[in-house]
């Protein structure tokens, strides 16, 4: 992990100004994992009747509280022994700035058509007996911590694993046993997560990990950019994954110094990624060459995005599901199988389903193996 003691002094003296600011939580910060508020929303709230907007505390990836918010999901009828177990559900790129993660605050997140097939996805996990938490992440939700750190690995696991915190404080109903899933960046999150929670939260019992399409190796990719390298307008929205991920490395790393690395153009787009949600980023993005963004190439800060960024390709305590789509053109599938390769290299749990759809999407044989995964990660008895 990168570190940064003058970054983590001033983000301490502003978490407390940014939950003055909104009006939501008290001014003192509070452990990771703290619950901040519970909101009952309305019954259709996400498309399910028992959904709550929930704001905690997290911990960042330099280990500073910061307020943070997301959404719980309680399955109908009667409570099993041991309590609901949990699914924590990591939603997909939705951008950088604040209120762009559609959890706590649908109707300001993702596209209605991503924010449909995911909020479907919850629901199939609730209508299977599990209370499903899904955190805006980092700086997405409803406080104004700065640009979310894209794709850092070390706080997405931590806003995932705080809010299951926090959700098991909220309510009594939840047990302690819960699982990870996610798509895209959802993907990376979720991985991310299982990886971290046994250090980070081993008063929990985690059981396994979904990941659809999920993002990865993109540290080794993006050294290879400059101003001479050509765009490749194979991909989907390629510059604009560039310049969020940029953005969210110079508000957590300014020591990197970032904004040498870009044209004057470059820091006007990285500038308005930070406050922007990801159908703005592509726009202002479209067209974009690497001239036109970089001024020098990225390879001096190779070292620094992979700490940022990279997934751990071992160390995993428990099994993996990951579905991917050879024909994916956000993640192309030379990534997919990249990671593949460096889990089975190193010993991993996993269990792999492809498909030939669009980027984040399942087939009904994913499915159902999603469905029968979780349904044996989870056979043992749950704890509270």
Same mark, same amino acid.
């Given at each position: 992990?990168?570190?940064?003691?003058?970054?983590?002094?001033?983000?301490?003296?502003?978490?407390?100004?940014?939950?003055?600011?909104?009006?939501?939580?008290?001014?003192?910060?509070?452990?990771?994992?703290?619950?901040?508020?519970?909101?009952?929303?309305?019954?259709?709230?996400?498309?399910?009747?028992?959904?709550?907007?929930?704001?905690?505390?997290?911990?960042?990836?330099?280990?500073?509280?910061?307020?943070?918010?997301?959404?719980?999901?309680?399955?109908?009828?009667?409570?099993?022994?041991?309590?609901?177990?949990?699914?924590?559900?990591?939603?997909?790129? &939705?951008? *950088? $700035?604040?209120?762009? #993660? +559609?959890? !706590?605050?649908?109707?300001?997140?993702? %596209?209605?058509?991503?924010? /449909?097939?995911?909020?479907?996805?919850?629901?199939?996990?609730?209508?299977?007996?599990?209370?499903?938490?899904?955190?805006?992440?980092?700086?997405?939700?409803?406080?104004?911590?700065?640009?979310?750190?894209?794709?850092?690995?070390?706080?997405?696991?931590?806003?995932?694993?705080?809010?299951?915190?926090?959700?098991?404080?909220?309510?009594?109903?939840?047990?302690?046993?819960? &699982?990870? *899933? $996610?798509?895209?960046? #959802? +993907?990376? !999150?979720?991985?991310?997560?299982?990886? %971290?929670?046994?250090?980070? /939260?081993?008063?929990?019992?985690?059981?396994?990990?979904?990941?659809?399409?999920?993002?990865?190796?993109?540290?080794?990719?993006?050294?290879?950019?400059?101003?001479?390298?050509?765009?490749?307008?194979?991909?989907?929205?390629?510059?604009?994954?560039?310049?969020?991920?940029?953005?969210?490395?110079?508000?957590?790393?300014?020591?990197?110094?970032?904004?040498?690395?870009?044209?004057?153009?470059?820091?006007?787009?990285?500038? +308005?990624?930070?406050?922007?949600?990801?159908?703005?980023?592509?726009?202002?993005?479209?067209?974009?060459?690497?001239?036109?963004?970089?001024?020098?190439?990225?390879?001096?800060?190779?070292?620094?995005?992979?700490?940022?960024?990279?997934?751990?390709?071992?160390?995993?305590?428990?099994?993996?599901?990951?579905?991917?789509?050879?024909?994916?053109?956000?993640?192309?599938?030379?990534?997919?199988?990249?990671?593949?390769?460096?889990?089975?290299?190193?010993?991993?749990?996993?269990?792999?389903?492809?498909?030939? +759809?669009?980027?984040?999407?399942?087939?009904?044989?994913?499915?159902?193996?999603?469905?029968?995964?979780?349904?044996?990660?989870?056979?043992?008895?749950?704890?509270?």
């Amino acid at each position: 992990m990168l570190k940064n003691p003058i970054r983590a002094t001033v983000v301490a003296a502003l978490a407390a100004s940014a939950l003055a600011a909104s009006g939501f939580a008290p001014a003192a910060a509070e452990p990771p994992g703290s619950l901040i508020a519970v909101q009952a929303e309305p019954a259709g709230w996400h498309g399910l009747t028992r959904g709550s907007s929930v704001e905690y505390w997290m911990s960042d990836s330099a280990g500073v509280p910061r307020p943070a918010s997301g959404a719980m999901f309680l399955p109908e009828g009667d409570v099993p022994a041991g309590g609901w177990p949990i699914v924590a559900y990591a939603h997909g790129s &939705s951008g *950088a $700035g604040q209120g762009c #993660g +559609g959890q !706590a605050n649908p109707e300001t997140g993702p %596209l209605p058509l991503h924010r /449909a097939a995911e909020d479907r996805l919850i629901k199939r996990f609730v209508d299977q007996g599990f209370a499903v938490v899904t955190p805006d992440y980092l700086g997405l939700g409803r406080f104004d911590t700065g640009p979310h750190p894209y794709l850092e690995a070390r706080s997405e696991a931590t806003a995932t694993i705080d809010l299951v915190r926090a959700a098991r404080t909220a309510s009594p109903e939840l047990s302690r046993t819960w &699982s990870a *899933a $996610g798509t895209s960046q #959802g +993907g990376h !999150a979720a991985l991310s997560a299982a990886h %971290l929670q046994a250090e980070y /939260a081993p008063e929990l019992d985690f059981r396994g990990t979904v990941a659809i399409d999920a993002a990865s190796d993109v540290e080794k990719v993006l050294p290879l950019l400059g101003p001479n390298v050509p765009s490749v307008p194979a991909l989907s929205g390629t510059m604009s994954f560039v310049v969020n991920i940029l953005a969210g490395l110079r508000a957590t790393h300014p020591e990197l110094d970032v904004d040498s690395y870009l044209t004057e153009r470059g820091k006007a787009l990285v500038d +308005g990624a930070g406050t922007q949600c990801l159908d703005e980023i592509i726009a202002a993005t479209t067209g974009v060459t690497s001239a036109e963004l970089l001024a020098r190439p990225l390879a001096p800060l190779r070292d620094a995005l992979t700490a940022y960024m990279a997934l751990p390709t071992s160390g995993y305590d428990d099994p993996i599901l990951l579905t991917m789509n050879a024909t994916d053109t956000v993640v192309p599938s030379p990534l997919h199988a990249a990671l593949v390769a460096q889990f089975a290299a190193n010993g991993v749990d996993q269990q792999v389903l492809v498909g030939t +759809g669009r980027h984040g999407s399942v087939t009904p044989e994913q499915l159902a193996a999603i469905d029968g995964f979780l349904a044996r990660v989870n056979a043992a008895p749950t704890q509270r």
